[in-house]
């Protein structure tokens, strides 16, 4: 359901992250992505969500063509995914409802159905008591969940993560992962970048490892 | 639609989340907007007072005092056989002083006087009403030695309608460089606002926000903003006639001009809103263009 074809990804100014990197990710698959600080991971995440193009070959997701795809296509792609990147990136001025809400206003949802969704989301992150909370208010692995919570609330088919554990202490870390396992366990295709594939691997996880844009196997 | 509502909401929240700051500029577009408002509102009711006067050149001739009624005849038979002449109309003195007593603020005057002043008179059209040939008839006419003095009518007439001119033309190159202002201002205005919320907009793009979702909130706003500056300024440009207005009026009247000043009408209102919106609008939507582009946004 999501493959790279003879992929290469030059940023401008910048060496080759990617070289001509060919995966397939079925569908239902959990998988890992390990490899040094720099070996392109991210770069891969962002091939698939649209948020850079590849200078060469082709990332299809149900059978689009990613890189090419009109640019007014592009949202409806991202809505179909769920996205957590390193960094939250929640906002700051708003309650976690109203963070989690997000997505499903874009989307246009009935604002009735919407607040029951988030609630669900909620619940399933283990945040119900803290839907009116600022999300200054909360620890670091609270935020991650929120995030979490916000990338599935439009249950998507595909939920990608970029290092979602990578600053939390041990604990919070193990926590997050079980999360993600829940998601895969309920038939959702889930790729992780990681540098921390212990949390995974004895669970079924493919593991794949990228150096210097390249595909270890 | 409720995209539209809200996005319309966020840019109202928005508008009511800095008062201080959105009132502000407010008042700059109000302020930039009632110059040229109030100029137009100002010439509008000149214009309405000039228009009842004819443009169409009149030459009166005014008679010595002392004409006896037999030569007034000869010179008015004489009028009507030049060829040059249109149209005649002889203006007895009294019939002059009646229509001076019935012109506002003269009844008084004209009451008090034990004898009428004014002289008999001529009203006459020229046929050829090129200004060289209607030059010459008034000289022909001057030579008669009955003949106290000429005017011109249309002279002032004249003159006010250039000045009208004069001051519309003004007031629409005001208007059109303070509604440049007005745009340039929300331009401004919105930068800023992206600029502090790029964090926000990234967010919204990775979710899956199409760029007029993003826009919206913005075109909104610079609309909202347009309208409440014009509703300032109507504000302005209502309180402002009132004050002038009777000073205005009380020097009209030393020229003996019965002059009111009326104000704007509620449809002048609604176009000076509609338009202080539109530019609004105008200058969201260049800013958002220029501001807005999604390689930026997400990093
Ligand atoms: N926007 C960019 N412009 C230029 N070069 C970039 C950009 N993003 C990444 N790179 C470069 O591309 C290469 C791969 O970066 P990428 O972020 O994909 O690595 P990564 O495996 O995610 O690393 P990390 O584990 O540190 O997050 C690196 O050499 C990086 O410097
Ligand atoms: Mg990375």
Not at chain 1, 16 to 23: I, N, V, W
């Amino acid at each position: 359901m999501i493959e790279f074809d003879h992929v290469s990804k030059h940023y401008p100014g910048g060496h080759e992250a990617l070289t001509d990197l060919s995966l397939e990710i079925r569908h239902g698959e959990l998988l890992v992505l390990a490899g040094h600080s720099g070996a392109g991971k991210s770069t891969l995440l962002k091939l698939i969500a649209a948020l850079e193009a590849p200078t060469a070959g082709r990332v299809l997701v149900n059978g689009l063509d990613v890189g090419r795809m009109r640019r007014s296509q592009v949202p409806y792609l991202r809505r179909s995914l769920g996205l957590v990147m390193q960094e939250h990136r929640l906002l700051m001025d708003r309650t976690v409802f109203d963070n989690v809400m997000l997505p499903l206003l874009i989307s246009s949802q009935p604002p009735s159905d919407a607040a029951k969704r988030v609630r669900v989301a909620l619940e399933r992150v283990g945040l119900t008591e803290f839907e009116r909370a600022m999300p200054m208010t909360l620890s670091g692995g609270e935020q991650q969940r929120v995030a979490i919570a916000r990338a599935i609330v439009n249950r998507p088919s595909i939920l990608i993560a970029d290092e979602p554990t990578a600053h939390l202490d041990p604990a919070y870390a193990r926590e997050i992962a079980a999360l993600f396992r829940s998601f895969h366990a309920a038939g959702v295709t889930l790729i992780l970048a990681t540098h921390d594939d212990t949390l995974y691997s004895p669970y079924g996880a493919r593991r794949v490892e990228l150096a210097h844009g390249k595909l270890l196997s | 639609m409720s995209a539209h509502v809200m996005a319309l909401k966020q840019a109202l929240r928005r508008l009511g989340g800095k008062p201080v700051s959105t009132l502000l500029s407010a008042l700059v577009i109000a302020i930039a907007l009632t110059l040229p408002a109030l100029g137009y509102v100002l010439v509008d009711n000149v214009a309405s007072l000039a228009r009842g006067i004819s443009g169409k050149p009149e030459i009166s001739v005014f008679l010595n005092n002392d004409v006896p009624a037999e030569r007034v005849k000869a010179i008015e038979t004489a009028l009507r056989a030049n060829p040059q002449v249109a149209a005649l109309r002889f203006v007895p003195r009294d019939e002059a002083l009646k229509q001076l007593a019935a012109r506002g603020g003269f009844a008084d005057v004209t009451g008090a006087l034990a004898d009428n002043p004014l002289p008999d008179a001529f009203i006459l059209d020229p046929r050829d009403d090129s200004p060289t040939s209607f030059e010459a008839l008034r000289k022909q006419i001057g030579a008669i030695p009955e003949v106290a003095q000429t005017q011109l009518d249309s002279e002032w007439v004249e003159r006010l309608h250039a000045i009208i001119a004069l001051a519309r033309s003004t007031t629409l190159l005001l208007a059109s460089l303070l509604g440049a202002a007005l745009i340039i201002v929300t331009f401004n205005t919105i930068r800023l606002q992206i600029l502090t919320q790029r964090h926000e907009i990234s967010v919204k793009l990775l979710l899956g926000a199409t760029r007029n979702y993003v826009r919206r909130p913005f075109l909104y706003f610079g609309l909202l903003q347009g309208l409440l500056g014009g509703l300032l300024a109507w504000a302005l440009v209502v309180a402002l006639l009132v004050v002038m207005a009777p000073q205005i009026e009380a020097l009209a009247q030393r020229y003996s001009i019965v002059l009111s000043i009326g104000g704007p009408a509620l449809w002048q209102g609604v176009v000076l809103c509609a338009f202080a919106a539109l530019l609004g609008w105008l200058g969201a939507a260049i800013s958002v263009r220029r501001h807005l582009h999604d390689g930026l946004m997400i990093d």
